[in-house]
Every structure is written in structure tokens, then in C-alpha cells.
């Protein structure tokens, strides 16, 4: 029995070591040009979303329940380059002067309202759709990103 108890632990640790290696192999870029430049480079959409990653309560949990979410990182790893446009309020996470005028520059084009949490899809400097965050769950939004991706 204790064997048994050994090995089921063993096992769980290695399984969380490899979503937990899963969840830093996935890149969220913080500028538009070098998200842009991939998403031309792979032929993939930039999924863009604005957040509040330190003082907006459904963005965190957007960002705990489906970014942060296996399912939603094996199929944002094969049609998706990440973009988060970021305006933190805390000090200790205070961004460069040149990363605060950027994120203002993208929301005034893609985010005048300044919602948040805003997720957009774009494609070729153009939004395919904006998708719904509230109560989200995983595949729901993969579901909601595959059928705007299906109307292109």
C-alpha cells in the first residue's frame, strides 16, 4: 500500500512538471510589431487581449481558468500568437515609458471604450471578431475563436 501511495505521488508530480513545462514553452508577446511579424511569418491570427493583470478581477480569473488552461495553450500553440496589452496599476509591476505609450497607442485604435478584459482576433492588421469573455470557459472560447476563424 505504501508503494502504491509512493507511485501515485510520483506520478502526479511529474504530471504537474509537464503541464507546468507546457505553460512556459507558450509565449505571450508585449509588442504588436514582433506578434504581427510572427503571426506572418506562421500564418496565424494574434489573439490581442487588454488586461488589467493586477487590479482587474475578471481578468485575472480570464486569465487563471482559460489562458492559463492546458487545453486552451495546445490549440493557441498551433493557430494563435499571444498578444497581451497590459496596463498594470501597481508600482512593483510599473512598465517602461516606451511599453506604456505603445499599450496606449494599441488601445486607441483597438480599445477606445478601454474594456477589460477586451479579446480580439486580428489578422493582417485587421479585427476578425471580438470575443466574449464573460463566464468563458476553455473550449468555449476555442469553440467562439474556431467559428470566426471558419467565417474568413
Known amino acids: 500500500m505504501k508503494n ?10 511529474v504530471t504537474w512538471i509537464k503541464s507546468n513545462d507546457f505553460v512556459s514553452h507558450i509565449i505571450w508577446y508585449s509588442n504588436y510589431q514582433e506578434a504581427f511579424a510572427i503571426s506572418q511569418q506562421e500564418k496565424k491570427v494574434i489573439l490581442m487581449v487588454f488586461s488589467g493583470s493586477d487590479w482587474c478581477q475578471p481578468c485575472i480569473k480570464l486569465k487563471k ?3 492559463e488552461n492546458e487545453d486552451f495553450m495546445h490549440f493557441a500553440e ?7 496589452v497590459d496596463f498594470p496599476r501597481k508600482r512593483k509591476n510599473k512598465q517602461e515609458k ?3 505609450t505603445h499599450n496606449e497607442s494599441l488601445a486607441e485604435k483597438y480599445n477606445p471604450d478601454g474594456i477589460f478584459p477586451k479579446v480580439l482576433l486580428l489578422k493582417d492588421n485587421k ?3 471580438e470575443l466574449k469573455t464573460k463566464d468563458q ?3 468555449s472560447l476555442i469553440n467562439d475563436i474556431q467559428q470566426i476563424l471558419s467565417i474568413q
Open 4 to 13: 502504491l501511495i509512493v507511485t501515485l505521488i510520483l506520478l502526479a508530480s
Open 65 to 67: 481558468l482559460v489562458f
Open 78 to 84: 498551433d493557430k494563435l500568437v499571444l498578444l497581451e
Open 98 to 100: 516606451e511599453q506604456i
Open 127 to 129: 479585427v476578425l471578431g
Open 137 to 139: 470557459v476553455p473550449n
